[in-house]
Structures are given as structure tokens and as C-alpha cells.
């Protein structure tokens, strides 16, 4: 699949610098699996589809080879990356290292007015599932996540997490639409809150590194049904 088969949309906030909006949009596209592993992207089209000189889909491009969600070969071709098995382990244990240490944390002091945020975000969820919207599904996941390192007063790390969580983020995706799947991370989210929820410290942490070792412990399946996704 080349860049024509892909249409963005204009940039939508013209006060905002260029390139960390197509940052941004293209990211998103690659870790929804729009943009699929082999992908190429044309920085010709790619400033015609967007409106923009050069410089700012460049710098794009860069920040993306930095996340190891594209390959630039210079005077040739910019390519959408496979997904890293390796990079996607290294990932996985960061988060759950760093997640599960968040969950202990709010557990030991529970916020009522937390858990009821996280219970409003699991009943969206629940509703996005029933629609099959998994875009929809996979927003209302992060911003459950997201939730859980603001409440813990570290912001900043869910933003450094997320650097570097593009090659598992992508495996999560393929995932969503396995039946039982949404269902599966609904019950796990469910888990965390009513253990936050009862003060209880040790099985929020145990729920939290359940949660997040799923994708892992199945991406030998995921292999075989994406082959061309994969490497490592």
C-alpha cells in the first residue's frame, strides 16, 4: 500500500506548529493499523495531502524514525516499520513496572471521586465495544491509563511511556477485534478499580500485571495470522 491510499486531514489548528500535528496524525494512523507495517510514505504526497512545504513533514518523518515506527532511507523511500518484538518486550516490562507501582500507590489511598472516573471510562468502554468501534475502544483505553498516572501525581511518565510503547501498542491493536478480547480488558479494568476501590494494594498490582501481560503472551498467534507484521 502506497501514501495515496491514505487521505489525512488538514491540519486543524492553525495556532499549533505544523509538524507535531502530523506527528501526531500519522502516529495514530500507524498504531490503528491504518498505515500497516510496509507502508510507503511519500513525502510528496504526503506534503500535498496535508498542505505543507517540506520541512514540516520532514521533521515528522524523524520524530517517527525515532519511535522506530518508520524507516527512512534516504533518497529512497520512508517505510512504515515492521513491528519489533524485542522493542515490543522492552516496552511491556516499563509499563508494567511503572503501572503497577501507580495502582499500589492509589490503593493505599483510595479517591472516590477517581473511581468513579475510572467506572464512567469503563462504561464508555463498554458501550464502544457493543459497536465495535475499536478506534473509539482503544481511546478510551489510554485515557483509563492516562487517568491512572495523573491520579498518582506522575503525568509526565505516561507521556515517556507512550515514546516508547508504539511496536506493543500495535500488537494490542491487532488484538481488539479477537472475540472475547474488549470483554477481557473491560473485566481486567473492572479488577484494578475494585481493588483500588477496597484499599487493597497488593491485588491492584497483581490485576495491573495480569492486564498488561496479555498481549505478550500472545503475540505467537498474532504472528502467524500477520506474518508480513512482524520481525524479530
Known amino acids: 500500500m502506497d501514501a495515496l491510499a491514505f487521505k489525512p486531514q488538514r491540519l486543524p489548528d492553525p495556532s499549533r506548529h505544523a509538524a507535531p500535528q502530523v506527528f501526531d496524525e500519522l502516529r495514530e494512523m500507524i498504531i490503528s493499523l491504518r498505515l500497516t507495517p510496509g507502508t510507503v510514505l511519500s513525502r510528496s504526497d504526503l506534503q500535498r495531502q496535508f498542505g505543507l512545504s517540506s520541512t514540516p513533514i520532514r521533521?515528522?518523518?524523524?520524530?517517527?524514525?525515532?519511535?522506530g515506527l518508520v524507516e527512512i532511507y534516504p533518497q529512497r523511500a520512508t517505510v512504515v516499520s515492521p513491528i519489533d518484538l524485542p522493542k515490543a518486550r522492552q516496552a511491556q516490562f516499563l509499563r508494567r513496572s511503572i503501572e503497577q507501582e501507580a495502582v499500589r500507590l492509589l490503593a493505599e489511598a483510595p479517591d472516590r471521586d477517581l473511581v468513579r472516573r475510572l467506572q464512567t471510562i469503563i462504561?464508555?468502554?463498554?458501550?464502544l465495544a457493543a459497536r465495535h468501534d475499536y478506534d473509539g475502544f482503544n481511546a478510551a483505553d489510554l485515557a483509563f491509563h492516562n487517568a491512572l498516572?495523573?491520579?498518582?501525581?506522575?503525568?509526565?511518565?505516561?507521556?515517556?511511556?507512550?515514546r516508547h510503547s508504539g511496536h506493543i501498542d500495535r500488537i494490542r491493536r491487532l488484538y481488539l477485534p479477537v472475540e472475547g478480547k474488549t470483554a477481557?480488558?473491560?473485566r481486567d479494568h473492572g479488577a484494578i478499580v475494585?481493588?483500588?476501590?477496597?484499599?487493597?494494594?497488593?491485588?491492584?498490582?497483581?490485576?495491573?500485571?495480569?492486564?498488561?501481560s496479555r498481549s505478550i503472551a500472545q503475540w505467537d498467534?498474532?504472528?502467524?495470522?500477520?506474518?508480513g507484521h512482524f520481525r524479530g
Request: aromatic share 6%; glycine share 6%; hydrophobic share 45%.
Open 123 to 127: 462504561a464508555g468502554q463498554k458501550d
Open 221 to 227: 498467534e498474532m504472528r502467524k495470522t500477520f506474518p
Open 59 to 67: 521533521d515528522a518523518l524523524i520524530r517517527l524514525q525515532e519511535e
Open 194 to 212: 475494585k481493588a483500588i476501590a477496597e484499599g487493597k494494594p497488593e491485588a491492584a498490582q497483581r490485576h495491573m500485571r495480569d492486564h498488561l
Open 184 to 186: 477481557q480488558i473491560i
Open 149 to 162: 498516572f495523573d491520579a498518582a501525581g506522575v503525568p509526565d511518565l505516561f507521556v515517556m511511556m507512550r
